[in-house]
Structure formats: structure tokens, C-alpha cells
């Protein structure tokens, strides 16, 4: 199954790991296809950037450039087009429909309420992390 996770699903994962941190999980056993693309590692970069994530990454012993080259490895990279949704309150989520459609994703996983609201895309469902992870266990 392919999935395009949100930021704000790889920071939770990343930095506090609990029901988020199964993403991780199922990628590195290769039940779940995480797809990505470069304007979405960028946006995680500069966010992992930010001054109150800072001392989370470092009590867990990670450095930023280790959570992104971890994120790489578990990862499928797609290119992107230019997307333009106009029912998006933030212009930035369009990057994650752009990578949903550009990697054929089966799921967009994601915590922001803008996106959750259009409940799918193209066909593609968007849901919350929650949500995928008690269907996927049932």
C-alpha cells in the first residue's frame, strides 16, 4: 500500500514515536510504500529546523540531517508537478496532493484538519493517522 504521510506525521513519528512512530515500523518491514517528494523534505527539514523541535531531537540522540537521511531510506522519492487546488486554505498542502498523485498513493495520512476536510482527492482517501492505522490493524 502506498502512502504519502504529512509532515506533521513525520515529525510525530520521528520525535515522539508511539502510534505514530508504527510508520516507521511498517515501512522498514516493507508492509507499507512511503512516498515522498523533494518539496515535502524540504518542508520537513525546515520544520525538524525549528527552534522548539531542537531539544526533542537532541535528547533523543538523533541530529536533523539523521532524521531526514532516515526518512530517504524508508522512503520512495516521486517528482512532482505544480498542483493548485483552490479549495486549500494553506497553498502548501498542495505539495501533498501533488505527491499523491504523481506516486499513484493509495492513502494520504495527515493531521491537518484543510486537508481532512476534502476527505479525498482524486479518488485518493486522506485520513488521519488513526484512522489508517485501526484499519489497517482490522
Given at each position: 500500500m502506498?502512502?504519502v504521510?504529512?509532515t506533521n506525521?513525520?515529525?510525530?513519528?520521528?520525535?515522539?514515536?508511539?502510534?505514530?512512530?508504527?510508520?516507521?515500523?511498517?515501512?522498514?518491514?516493507?508492509?507499507i510504500?512511503?512516498?515522498?517528494?523533494?518539496p515535502l523534505?524540504?518542508?520537513l527539514?525546515?520544520?525538524?529546523?525549528?527552534k522548539?523541535?531542537?531539544?526533542?531531537i537532541?535528547?533523543?540522540?538523533?541530529?536533523?540531517?539523521?532524521?531526514?537521511?532516515g526518512?530517504r531510506e524508508?522512503?520512495n522519492?516521486?517528482?512532482?508537478?505544480?498542483?493548485?487546488?483552490?479549495?486549500?486554505?494553506?497553498?502548501?498542502?498542495?505539495?501533498i496532493?501533488?505527491?499523491?498523485?504523481?506516486?499513484k498513493?493509495?492513502?494520504?495520512?495527515?493531521?491537518?484538519?484543510?486537508?481532512?476536510?476534502?476527505i479525498?482527492?482524486?479518488?485518493?482517501?486522506?485520513?488521519?493517522?488513526?484512522?489508517?492505522?485501526?484499519?489497517?490493524?482490522?
Amino acid at each position: 500500500m502506498k502512502v504519502v504521510l504529512d509532515t506533521n506525521i513525520w515529525v510525530s513519528a520521528w520525535l515522539w514515536r508511539g502510534l505514530l512512530g508504527n510508520f516507521i515500523h511498517l515501512a522498514r518491514q516493507k508492509q507499507i510504500i512511503i512516498c515522498t517528494s523533494e518539496p515535502l523534505l524540504t518542508e520537513l527539514e525546515n520544520t525538524l529546523s525549528y527552534k522548539k523541535l531542537q531539544k526533542r531531537i537532541l535528547s533523543l540522540n538523533f541530529t536533523k540531517e539523521q532524521l531526514l537521511i532516515g526518512t530517504r531510506e524508508i522512503s520512495n522519492i516521486y517528482l512532482i508537478t505544480e498542483l493548485n487546488v483552490p479549495e486549500l486554505r494553506d497553498p502548501d498542502d498542495n505539495i501533498i496532493l501533488a505527491t499523491a498523485i504523481a506516486s499513484k498513493a493509495d492513502v494520504i495520512i495527515t493531521g491537518d484538519q484543510d486537508l481532512l476536510t476534502l476527505i479525498e482527492y482524486q479518488k485518493i482517501p486522506i485520513m488521519t493517522a488513526k484512522t489508517f492505522l485501526n484499519q489497517w490493524e482490522n
